[in-house]
């Protein structure tokens, strides 16, 4: 694995996570279709290669065998079955550069079999890769990425902490993307970036919508002889197309004024003009203006402001991100479209290390070096790198949805402190050609959750991890709603240079009115690599 020894890594990445969270807002400002997320960064708008200095290439493969002994393993509240569940687990994980490619590729299988028979031996798949090519210097470049892992079919349909554990409402979900685009200048003042984006999402089964997006963008950006006046233009097409939902089309043409008031403070002004076929059955055209203000007082503080008049009302983002030596604190709202193929359901990704790989993205843009310090970190404090932090849904058509989240990390000399509080509203737009769905007939359903993980190291091989967590869905009807509790307790040590093995101890409870149950369980682990 990475010359990062895990033994020496928790201190120093605590302190990387601290200032990585700094950077999960910071490009929402120049993005001006909240909620799509797929245009350009300023990075890429500004002729800067995706492609780094020349990197290390490293090949680390790994085993992990895991028994788990449940109270529940079907799920039920009124015909719990005891069983122990083995599971074994292969992985890779690699990454390098060769000339101007680089990428990261990071896949686990997992076959399980159960003793009792409560559940059918099965095979899930891991996958995060990702893989950057500059295919003519400082101008054609290719980006490409793929992912695959569980999702929930219903929001509404039973839900658990462990993939393991005996549930029809979940299923193997493979998404990717390939992003060919140019990047330079125009008579050395005018950036200019061309892009083609598509992505597919295939959701595994016939109980929930595929899906796939199309998305062309030009865009142009520059100062003005009055250095604090700059300007920039985008035109975006884009194509959303749902197996089991209608199939729709967005055409945007936005400009935008911004002025540094100071170099700390800039404010901006734009106006959209916007066709698309999402709330109307016939295309049909909307005017609308937006606003941003983004304020850096000093290196540990940015507050960032953006509202913009759309065509479904208004989209915004709000947010303010704030540092000391030894915390960070985070607060945001967001309010825009989403496909659900961005693992947008509860505002986070899906398992730990899509999550601390977001957050690392401030202080390490590099995804092969970011990876390796992920691995490092979840490894150095007993974190599972698969272990569920919210899960997601998959919708069969464009959603409006708004994200309001508050967290805090607490870093201590040998503790580590995480709490992140959320909810999530989520309805459809127009009208479903299939009226059965949860989010038919514009049907509003929330997520409200917390989640709190505090990690401990006892000597520089072992420490002690606790995770709480619950999630309440609500829909329109009162059958729509569902909560999940969970709570594990986590000792794991570094037995041997490439051994670590883990004992924890879980509870979860879900309250639903079909399908409630509640689980107890006993997990030993012991993983190696090499």
């Known amino acids: 694995m990475s010359r990062i020894h895990a033994k020496h890594a928790g201190r120093p990445l605590c302190g990387l996570l601290a200032l990585a969270a700094m950077g999960a807002a910071a490009q929402v400002f120049d993005d001006p279709t909240s909620g799509y997320g797929t245009l350009p960064s300023r990075a890429q708008s500004t002729n800067e290669s995706t492609v780094g200095n020349g990197r290390g290439f490293y090949f680390t493969p790994s085993v992990g065998v895991q028994a788990t002994l449940t109270d529940n393993a079907n799920l039920s509240a009124t015909d719990k079955q005891s069983d122990l569940i083995a599971s074994i687990t292969p992985a890779i994980q690699m990454g390098g550069q060769s000339g101007r490619v680089k990428g990261f590729l990071d896949y686990a299988l997992t076959a399980s079999a159960s003793a009792n028979g409560t559940q059918i031996d099965h095979l899930q798949n891991s996958l995060n890769a990702q893989v950057n090519v500059e295919a003519v210097p400082n101008w054609l470049y290719v980006d490409a990425s793929a992912q695959i892992s569980q999702q929930y079919i219903s929001p509404f349909g039973t839900q658990s902490s462990d993939p393991t554990l005996a549930n029809s409402n979940r299923t193997e979900t493979t998404t990717w993307n390939v992003s060919p685009y140019l990047s330079g200048q125009i008579a050395g003042t005018v950036n200019y970036l061309a892009r083609v984006d598509y992505s597919q999402t295939n959701s595994g089964t016939t109980e929930a919508s595929n899906s796939s997006t199309l998305l062309g963008n030009v865009h142009f950006d520059a100062t003005t002889r009055w250095s604090k006046l700059g300007w920039l233009v985008d035109l975006l097409h884009r194509q959303d197309n749902f197996s089991q939902g209608r199939n729709t089309t967005d055409d945007i043409v936005l400009g935008q004024l911004s002025y540094a008031v100071t170099p700390e403070f800039r404010a901006s002004l734009r106006a959209n003009t916007e066709s698309n076929n999402i709330i109307t059955l016939e295309r ?247």
């Open 284 to 530: 049909k055209t909307y005017n609308g203006w937006g606003w941003g203000l983004d304020w850096n007082p000093s290196p540990r503080t940015h507050l960032y402001l953006t509202q913009d008049q759309r065509f479904f009302g208004k989209s915004h983002s709000y947010g303010l991100d704030y540092r000391t030596p030894q915390s960070v604190w985070s607060i945001s709202s967001t309010q825009g479209l989403s496909t659900g193929q961005q693992n947008s359901g509860r505002g986070y990704p899906g398992s730990a290390f899509d999550l601390l790989f977001a957050q690392f993205a401030a202080i390490e843009p590099d995804p092969i070096l970011r990876a390796q310090l992920v691995n490092a970190f979840l490894k150095a404090n007993g974190i599972d790198p698969n272990a569920v932090v919210t899960s997601n849904y998959l919708p069969n058509q464009i959603q409006e949805e708004r994200r309001q989240n508050a967290s805090v990390a607490l870093l201590g000399r040998r503790s580590t402190v995480i709490f992140n509080v959320y909810q999530t509203y989520s309805r459809n737009l127009g009208v479903l050609s299939n009226p059965g769905n949860d989010f038919a007939n514009g049907n509003l359903t929330r997520w409200r959750g917390f989640g709190v993980t505090w990690s401990h190291r006892l000597t520089p091989q072992s420490n002690i991890t606790v995770n709480a967590s619950a999630t309440k869905t609500t829909g329109e009807s009162s059958t729509d709603e569902t909560t999940l509790w969970a709570l594990y307790g986590t000792w794991s040590s570094q037995v041997s240079r490439r051994a670590t093995a883990a004992v924890s101890v879980r509870h979860q409870k879900f309250s639903s009115p079909t399908s409630p149950y509640d689980e107890s369980a006993v997990i030993g682990t012991l993983s190696m690599t090499f």
